[in-house]
């Protein structure tokens, strides 16, 4: 692939963390070739031209390299047939050679790539971990030997134009999500589909047989399918030792790297315990379906929850019902008056702020020692946070300001 992008002329779209490593790989590969770039940041650099008013532009190149961020909807209207649309990861799969392990779902994806890393580190693998989580793809790959095995955490976006499978997927779940990027649910579930969709019978599917959607997509695959089951924060575990498995790592080995892997920044990550308090920061459960699991990962021993979020007209039926047993609700805008009214007959006591300061000192008021307080959101944060990040970092920064008041 990388010989017929010599003589093109190719347009980078979006110049994040993946746009960036693009432009370094192809430039090893192509010195003296010029680049163009199409994002609103000012960018410095040799051989560099940026295109400001990036859609008019299109027509101009023949391969256009996007962004995942970019929805593919957006761009269509100023691209013609004769033009190539590639990404970052399509790149990446055309030209390594190396066992690939791919893992995708809309929840648990990045813990579930995080641990079968840390497994095969711990098993003392060649291994490197990329994707969505956040390390550069194809750096890594320019590095790579011939037995690297490389952990890809795959989201929706970066399956959207994929024409190749991994070696070893791992389909964790699929719910409503996204869906101000792709034009309905099944758009979304079909480019999630695409991790299984060209396996052959030599590769391996580890999947979620208690997922509906995530099963009938299994039924379709060629690849030799290995079933998990189990509650939404056990599956990463299962999947995780299924992969030792195929690789023959010994289960004490397997065991220890479970034993000392800690949850990620923002999924389920335990703050501290403060006033006789524990504080959880679960500020990636952006859909009704992570936080009914939150709730179910503690078992009873959730008395606070704050809530809340973009509202994307998600379904808050079944979170409604979930819901219901916690004693003290604080409610972010918008969406926070559409839980308040899915949660049927008597209603949790509830208090409605657009504050994450007021929300954590109404935590410390109404939750009893010995309990949790727990942010899982189920909503997308734009509009009061820039992202989950920033919501979960400033929760976590008020319950510690808050500790000693």
């Known amino acids: 692939m990388l010989e017929k992008l010599k003589d093109k002329k190719i347009l980078i779209l979006g110049f994040g963390r993946e746009g960036r490593d693009t432009l370094l790989f192809l430039r090893k590969i192509f010195p003296k070739k010029v680049f163009r770039i199409a994002d609103q940041k000012t960018i410095k650099g040799k051989n560099i031209i940026i295109e400001r008013n990036y859609l008019k532009a299109l027509r101009k190149y023949d391969v256009i390299i996007k962004s995942p961020g970019v929805p593919m909807k957006t761009i269509k209207p100023y691209i013609s047939k004769k033009q190539e649309v590639i990404s970052q990861t399509k790149i990446f799969f055309e030209n390594c050679h190396n066992v690939i392990i791919g893992i995708t779902g809309t929840k648990g994806k990045s813990t579930t790539a995080s641990l079968i890393y840390s497994i095969l580190k711990q098993a003392k693998f060649p291994v490197h971990l990329v994707g969505n989580i956040g390390n550069p793809a194809l750096s ?19 399956l959207f134009d994929l024409k190749q499978s ?3 997927s791992v389909f964790l779940n699929v719910y409503p999500e996204h869906l101000d990027y792709y034009k309905n649910f099944n758009e979304y579930a079909k480019a999630k589909a695409n991790i299984t969709l060209f396996q052959k019978k030599n590769d391996y599917l580890i999947y979620n047989s208690e997922d509906k959607i995530v099963s009938k997509i299994a039924k379709k695959t060629k690849a030799r399918k290995i079933a998990i089951k189990g509650r939404y924060y056990d599956l990463d575990i299962e999947a995780a030792k299924k992969v030792a498995n195929i690789f023959k790592i010994p289960q004490k080995t397997v065991e220890k790297a479970i034993k000392e892997f800690k949850f990620l920044p923002h999924r389920l990550e335990f703050v501290g315990k403060f006033k006789g308090i524990e504080f959880y920061n679960d500020s990636l459960s952006t859909i009704p379906q992570s936080a009914i699991e939150a709730i179910n990962f503690f078992n009873g021993r959730v008395q606070t929850m704050i809530l809340g979020g973009f509202d994307r007209g998600l379904d808050f039926k079944q979170l409604g019902k979930k819901i219901a047993e916690i004693k003290t609700l604080i409610l972010f805008p918008n969406t926070g008056k559409r839980i308040y009214k899915a949660i049927k007959g008597r209603k949790p006591k509830c208090f409605f702020t657009k504050s994450m300061k007021k929300a954590v000192k109404l935590a410390y008021l109404h939750t009893d020692k010995g309990m949790i307080c727990l942010l899982s959101p189920a909503s997308a944060s734009f509009g009061l946070f820039k992202d989950y990040k920033e919501r979960g970092d400033i929760f976590k920064k008020e319950v510690n300001e808050n500790k000693n008041h």
């Open 140 to 158: 890594s790959l320019l590095k790579a030997k011939k037995n690297d095995i490389f952990v890809y955490e795959l989201s929706s976006h970066q």
């Open 166 to 168: 991994p070696h070893i």
